[in-house]
């Protein structure tokens, strides 16, 4: 079979590592990849949101399966751009993909079906989101209703930061249209975890479940990033806990979709709170997690190729599919000043050096090639991933990687899967 990737992060390098095991695999092509996925594609220089150049080049390679990773050329209608054109391709259509590219979509669609989540309400208007504030109380949460680069949920701790976040999004349109609605909704406590659905529309089953580490410091502090490291399987999702998740907001949610005429097929990633009344929903995303994808694809024992093509194409999956023993950790390594500005082109050491190790795999999320040396050039650069008999031995593992690595201003969490 011959496999198109769009994209260029560490997320997309674990996709093409697992894809290229696969025996099916004929081809491998990525648009743009990077250079760790250049170890395992033909990098090809097309960016991921131009989607006509993506289905000229699908078309003219005579590729059979197209596996979107990010979530922008999703939500732009890419998946419905390759179906018109007969190409077969891995991920939800444009109406589908609201469920990550409008969270009032989200939202309405899991009040409409009775899929648990914070209770909120939908503003366009600054005044009556602050009522709203007032009638619900502080802590609670202000969300751009569109894509805004993992920026756009604003926790705020009293009315007044609420008011400020509010101001924000509605008035200051610090996110642009993205901003021009806005979710208000109660805070909710408890663990969060990262929980995927693999579904053809038809079926769905669950692919993996993982922990996210989004605040930038040790000990949950600093402001939110795109994630700085995971943990697989969670160790806070035990059997029953993942067959309630199931049943009360995966199965659910593909219903309620396929009801309201927008069928799912792809990747389907719960952000989950688990309080103290059960599994609830943070988010829903359209797309795999990253770095949670890392994760649990060194995890996975099956052959990922036809998994995705079934799900593509509406044929059958299997009932579950099958893991590997024990767990896998990812450590993101980040350029000075993420999630903020930060410095490109820096030289990169010790890759190498650090799959030496067995077990260890270093992702690309953010590096080039310049004159031949590996440079920085993204705010999370590499992910360290490791695989143990447990999460403490993945963790040390991991982490023994890590120190074989070096990059000017590089920072990473220490305390990944080693909270408790
Ligand atoms: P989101 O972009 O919706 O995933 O939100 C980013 C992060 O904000 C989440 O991972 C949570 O840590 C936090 N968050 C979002 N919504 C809530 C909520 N209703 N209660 C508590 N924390 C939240
Ligand atoms: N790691 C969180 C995300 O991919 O959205």
Redesign the pocket.
């Known amino acids: 079979m011959r496999v198109l990737l769009i994209g260029g992060g560490g ?1 997309e390098h674990a996709l093409a590592w697992k894809l290229a095991q696969s025996p099916r695999l004929s081809a491998l092509y990525a648009a743009p990849g990077n250079p760790g996925i250049a170890r395992h594609a033909t990098c090809v220089p097309i960016k991921a949101d131009r989607i006509d150049a993506l289905a000229a080049f699908a078309e003219r390679e005579r590729v059979d399966l197209t596996v979107v990773g990010p979530e922008a050329p999703l939500v732009a209608g890419i998946v419905d751009l390759f179906q018109s054109r007969g190409l077969a391709i891995f991920g939800p259509s444009r109406a589908a993909a609201a469920i990550e590219g409008s969270k009032a979509f989200a939202k309405a669609l899991m009040a409409k079906h009775g899929i648990p989540t914070a209770r909120f309400r939908t503003f366009g208007e600054p005044a009556a989101a602050r009522g709203y504030c007032r009638t619900i109380g502080a802590p609670l949460v202000v969300k751009a209703d569109g894509l805004a680069a ?1 920026k756009g949920a604003i926790v705020c701790a009293t009315l007044a930061e609420a008011d400020e976040a509010i101001a924000l999004c509605l008035e200051h349109r610090a996110f642009g249209a993205a901003g021009a609605t806005v979710v208000v909704e109660e805070f909710m406590r408890g663990e969060e975890a ?1 929980f995927f659905a693999l579904s053809s529309g038809a079926e769905v089953i669950p692919l993996g479940v993982a922990q ?1 580490h ?1 605040r930038v410091y040790d000990g949950d502090q600093g402001p939110n990033t ?2 700085m490291g ?1 943990c697989s399987p969670a160790p806070i999702v035990d059997e029953p806990t993942a067959a309630l998740v199931m049943e009360r907001i995966i199965r659910p949610t593909i219903r309620a979709l396929a009801a309201e005429g927008r069928p799912y097929r792809g990747l389907l ?1 719960a ?1 989950l709170m688990l309080t103290s009344k059960g599994p609830k929903v943070v988010e829903f ?1 359209c797309r ?5 994808c890392q994760a649990v694809l060194m995890r996975l024992a099956d052959d990922l190729l036809p998994l995705l093509h079934a799900a593509a194409t509406g044929a059958a999956l299997p009932m579950s599919v099958t893991w590997g023993t024990g767990a896998a950790v990812c450590v993101v390594l980040a350029s000075q000043g993420y999630p903020g500005e930060y410095p490109t082109g820096l030289p990169i050491a010790g890759v190498d050096e650090a799959e030496a190790l067995p077990g260890v795999v270093v992702f690309h999320a953010g590096t080039a090639r310049k004159d031949g040396t590996l440079v920085t050039a993204g705010g999370r650069v590499l992910g360290v991933t490791a695989r143990g008999d447990s999460v403490s031995a993945a963790t040390d593992l991991a982490y023994r990687g890590v120190d074989r690595v070096c990059f000017q201003g590089m920072h990473y969490r220490k305390d990944i899967a080693r909270r408790r």
């Open positions: 997320r993992g990262s996210d989004k795109g994630g995971a990633y952000g995303n795999f997690g990253d770095p949670e």
